[in-house]
């Protein structure tokens, strides 16, 4: 069946097969989500083993997020390929960037504090959440400064859902250590979950005035290119370039913000020069399989994205990317499976809890889509995207809808699509769907009216 899609929300006229903001929508909102979430499993690996000195920390994390402020602008400036032969030109240059801050000396941190609260990573990883809060805590009573252990709870925290504490405990950690690239990033990430970018770009901002290491400012230029500052961000990814010329991160960067500038080929370039150096780095990997769908290439973009999804299953954004994909494509079980485990390591990641309600909705389990809906709406109760799906839902099921009968289903239909128009303002207007849509609720509704009257009738006439 042909689907006409609608040009401001990825809409089809087909009920039966409209995946609403999910698909598209949200396949962009998962690139923007592992601009920050990407850096944590990297750096988790270096506060596992307890390094709090910043120049031991995750490179991987490190270089991600920063390297977007050098070089957008002569990318703009030229052609794609000058843009390209820049980057050929300025990043083989070992050791010609700006050194590490040099940070002052500090007393050690207590050796057993250290080790209880790498056994409390340890035990945080395996699951035993219980066991890694009460070791992070024992940790924290011998030494007020193993930020590790406040990472640990942070982590914890988020796990359980509740990012309010975990903003506090991830806030500790980066005061007891400046530069710490994971407590930075973890902030980031609950800013972008709360829908603050501002917020994220003030974290990476204050740390780049008081702790500038390689790490931080990576992460502050994956901020950038989310605040659309993409030739800032190339500027920062190339000066890291210039001191480790082999750094998938830093080619990670580069692509998200030459995709901010709009220039494909040198997206391509650069995403191919970082996959040659980490075959399954999963932000390159998710570009790259953008880049594959703006192509058409569906069955490569899943491919990329199952490489991903597969390779870092701690990885919630390649979860969020990939289970999106496959709702494009129509596998709806596997989406489910793969965005059910995403939402279950952080419970409140709202455009993957969105994208397990339309994997719901798509498999007709309509009790399991209305819960995350409300849970959604809760969340943010003025997103037009949740009251468009929770429309189409209602069209969708009608009588199968829970505890309605079909003139109920299609009222509350009509009600969630008058709200997303009143939330959505001048761009419901432009949405051509929606006048479709309400026009096929008063059709459908006269209809059911007529029929239970004639049924009444009929009735009356048989008694």
Same mark, same amino acid.
């Given at each position: 069946?042909?689907?006409?899609?609608?040009?401001?929300?990825?809409?089809?006229?087909?009920?039966?097969?409209?995946?609403?903001?999910?698909?598209?929508?949200?396949?962009?909102?998962?690139?923007?989500?592992?601009?920050?979430?990407?850096?944590?499993?990297?750096?988790?690996?270096?506060?596992?083993?307890?390094?709090?000195?910043?120049?031991?920390?995750?490179?991987?994390?490190?270089?991600?997020?920063?390297?977007?402020?050098?070089?957008?602008?002569?990318?703009?400036?030229?052609?794609?390929?000058?843009?390209?032969?820049?980057?050929?030109?300025?990043?083989?240059?070992?050791?010609?960037?700006?050194?590490?801050?040099?940070?002052?000396?500090?007393?050690?941190?207590?050796?057993?504090?250290?080790?209880?609260?790498?056994?409390?990573?340890?035990?945080?990883?395996?699951?035993?959440?219980?066991?890694?809060?009460?070791?992070?805590?024992?940790?924290?009573?011998?030494?007020?400064?193993?930020?590790?252990?406040?990472?640990?709870?942070?982590?914890?925290?988020?796990?359980?859902?509740?990012?309010?504490?975990?903003?506090?405990?991830?806030?500790?950690?980066?005061?007891?250590?400046?530069?710490?690239?994971?407590?930075?990033?973890?902030?980031?990430?609950?800013?972008?979950?709360?829908?603050?970018?501002?917020?994220?770009?003030?974290?990476?901002?204050?740390?780049?005035?008081? /702790?500038?290491? !390689?790490?931080?400012?990576?992460?502050?230029?994956?901020? =950038?290119? &989310? %605040?659309? +500052?993409?030739?800032?961000? *190339?500027?920062?990814?190339?000066?890291?370039?210039?001191?480790?010329?082999?750094?998938?991160?830093?080619?990670?960067?580069?692509?998200?913000?030459?995709?901010?500038?709009?220039?494909?080929?040198?997206?391509?370039?650069?995403?191919?020069?970082?996959?040659?150096?980490?075959?399954?780095?999963?932000?390159?990997?998710?570009?790259?399989?953008?880049?594959?769908?703006?192509?058409?290439?569906?069955?490569?973009?899943?491919?990329?994205?199952?490489?991903?999804?597969?390779?870092?299953?701690?990885?919630?954004?390649?979860?969020?990317?990939?289970?999106?994909?496959?709702?494009?494509?129509?596998?709806?079980?596997?989406?489910?499976?793969?965005?059910?485990?995403? /939402?279950?390591? !952080?419970?409140?990641?709202?455009?993957?809890?969105?994208? =397990?309600? &339309? %994997?719901? +909705?798509?498999?007709?389990? *309509?009790?399991?889509?209305?819960?995350?809906?409300?849970?959604?709406?809760?969340?943010?109760?003025?997103?037009?995207?949740?009251?468009?799906?929770?429309?189409?839902?209602?069209?969708?099921?009608?009588?199968?809808?829970?505890?309605?009968?079909?003139?109920?289903?299609?009222?509350?239909?009509?009600?969630?699509?008058?709200?997303?128009?009143?939330?959505?303002?001048?761009?419901?207007?432009?949405?051509?769907?929606?006048?479709?849509?309400?026009?096929?609720?008063?059709?459908?509704?006269?209809?059911?009216?007529?029929?239970?009257?004639?049924?009444?009738?009929?009735?009356?006439?048989?008694?």
């Amino acid at each position: 069946m042909e689907v006409v899609r609608s040009r401001a929300v990825g809409a089809c006229l087909d009920v039966s097969n409209f995946r609403g903001f999910t698909v598209g929508t949200l396949y962009l909102s998962a690139m923007m989500f592992s601009l920050i979430l990407g850096c944590l499993t990297a750096c988790g690996g270096a506060a596992a083993g307890g390094r709090r000195d910043s120049n031991n920390g995750s490179r991987e994390g490190e270089v991600s997020r920063e390297a977007s402020r050098t070089g957008a602008e002569s990318a703009g400036e030229g052609s794609e390929s000058e843009a390209a032969a820049q980057v050929e030109g300025e990043v083989g240059h070992k050791g010609s960037g700006p050194a590490e801050p040099v940070m002052p000396a500090a007393r050690p941190v207590d050796a057993k504090a250290l080790a209880l609260a790498t056994e409390a990573e340890e035990r945080r990883v395996r699951g035993d959440a219980q066991g890694a809060e009460r070791l992070a805590r024992d940790a924290l009573a011998r030494d007020a400064r193993a930020s590790l252990a406040y990472n640990v709870l942070g982590a914890v925290r988020v796990a359980a859902g509740d990012d309010r504490a975990a903003v506090g405990f991830f806030e500790r950690g980066m005061a007891s250590a400046p530069g710490d690239a994971r407590a930075l990033a973890a902030l980031c990430a609950i800013e972008y979950r709360s829908n603050n970018p501002k917020g994220a770009l003030a974290y990476s901002s204050a740390q780049m005035r008081s /702790a500038p290491t !390689v790490a931080v400012r990576l992460i502050h230029a994956r901020n =950038l290119v &989310e %605040a659309g +500052r993409s030739k800032e961000a *190339w500027e920062v990814a190339r000066s890291v370039l210039k001191q480790e010329e082999r750094n998938a991160d830093a080619y990670a960067v580069l692509a998200t913000a030459a995709q901010g500038q709009r220039q494909t080929l040198l997206a391509e370039e650069v995403v191919n020069r970082g996959l040659a150096i980490d075959s399954t780095h999963p932000l390159l990997l998710r570009v790259k399989a953008e880049l594959l769908l703006a192509q058409g290439d569906m069955s490569g973009a899943v491919k990329a994205l199952k490489l991903a999804a597969e390779a870092h299953p701690g990885d919630t954004a390649s979860q969020l990317a990939y289970g999106t994909v496959l709702l494009e494509s129509g596998n709806y079980a596997l989406a489910k499976d793969v965005l059910i485990g995403g /939402a279950s390591q !952080v419970p409140s990641a709202f455009e993957l809890r969105l994208a =397990l309600a &339309e %994997a719901y +909705r798509a498999s007709k389990e *309509w009790d399991a889509a209305l819960k995350e809906y409300d849970w959604l709406k809760r969340q943010r109760p003025d997103s037009p995207k949740v009251h468009y799906n929770v429309a189409l839902l209602y069209l969708s099921a009608l009588d199968g809808a829970p505890g309605m009968d079909v003139i109920q289903a299609l009222q509350a239909s009509r009600k969630s699509f008058l709200r997303y128009r009143d939330l959505a303002g001048p761009a419901a207007v432009k949405e051509s769907d929606l006048a479709s849509y309400l026009r096929d609720i008063e059709n459908r509704l006269e209809r059911e009216q007529r029929r239970l009257e004639r049924e009444k009738r009929n009735q009356g006439s048989a008694e």
